[in-house]
């Protein structure tokens, strides 16, 4: 899933009228409510009247298409948007404003959310406790006395659609989504250091659900900022055992045929865009 940002972590030169902002705090966006088109972020002018609150302003990237800059920052915890100098401010909860913001748009907060928190969490050196100081050339924070380069911190997770030669695709519920009508959803899990890609599919597959899989084929990509996934979706075809839910984790598991299918992910997901693309074959 493309979203066409370009990532920069050096500074460029200060931020222009034309740039954008999107703030953020312990996982929630500040926007501005714009009534007649919706949240959008906010302008430097905007910005530059809540400086007061903001550590350090962090540049985001761009738009390859475009030359104005985004920018992020930590808000202070004491900052409350009622108290800005203009209208219209409001923390948004970024998962929630998925599926509504702009995708790309919504890519970029999710961008912010996490620069912020790496830049919050790694004001000191985890070795020896110094000040960190942040490296104007590159996405780091280095420790003046011991040399610890800190960057920020993603970790990858498999997302897989197991298809049956017949046809049906397994589909299992996490345990955390019982309810009155649960969602199934493709099989998902945290790479190991040491792992490969395709040795976590046939991992986290077993697993969860106990069967075998063969003929792993690469799909697509989504960065996942909660916290700091970037999700890698697969399809597999299955090869041999019988499902097996791992009682602490799934639910339940199920075969499910194409035309009879339960409650499933929502749109803009990439476990959605797997289901999907299955459904179109
Ligand atoms: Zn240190």
Request: glycine share 8%; with cysteine; proline share 9%.
């Amino acid at each position: 899933m493309s979203s066409n940002f370009v990532p920069v972590a050096a500074l460029p030169d200060d931020p222009e009228g034309d740039d954008s902002w999107i703030f953020a705090r312990g996982g929630q966006v500040l926007l501005v409510d714009d009534f007649e088109s919706g949240p959008r972020p906010l302008t430097t002018e905007e910005a530059q009247q809540i400086t007061d609150h903001v550590a350090q302003p962090l540049v985001l990237g761009r738009f390859n298409d475009k030359t104005e800059h985004w920018w992020t920052g930590q808000l202070s915890e004491g900052f409350d948007p009622f108290d800005a100098p203009f209208p219209g401010l409001m923390f948004y909860d970024l998962r929630a404003l998925m599926g509504s913001l702009d995708p790309a748009v919504w890519n970029v907060a999710g961008r912010a959310t996490q620069i912020t928190d790496w830049y919050r969490d790694n004001q000191h050196c985890g070795r020896c406790g110094t000040a960190m100081e942040m490296d104007s050339g590159e996405r780091s924070m280095k420790c003046p006395n011991d040399g610890l380069v800190v960057y920020p911190r993603l970790s990858p997770a498999v997302i897989v659609l197991v298809e049956h030669p017949d046809g049906r695709a397994l589909l299992a519920s996490n345990v955390a989504w019982r309810g009155p009508r649960p969602m199934y959803s493709t099989l998902a899990g945290f790479v190991e250091p040491g792992e490969s890609l395709e040795d976590c599919i046939h991992r986290e597959i077993s697993e969860e659900v106990g069967v075998t899989v063969s003929d792993v084929r690469y799909f697509d990509s989504q960065p996942w900022p909660f916290p700091n996934s970037l999700m890698l979706g697969f399809f597999a075809t299955y090869a041999d055992g019988e499902i097996s839910p791992a009682p602490d984790e799934i639910a339940d598991a199920q075969w499910f045929a194409k035309d009879d299918l339960p409650n499933i992910p929502p749109r803009a997901s990439i476990a959605r865009a797997l289901i999907d693309d299955w459904l179109s074959r």
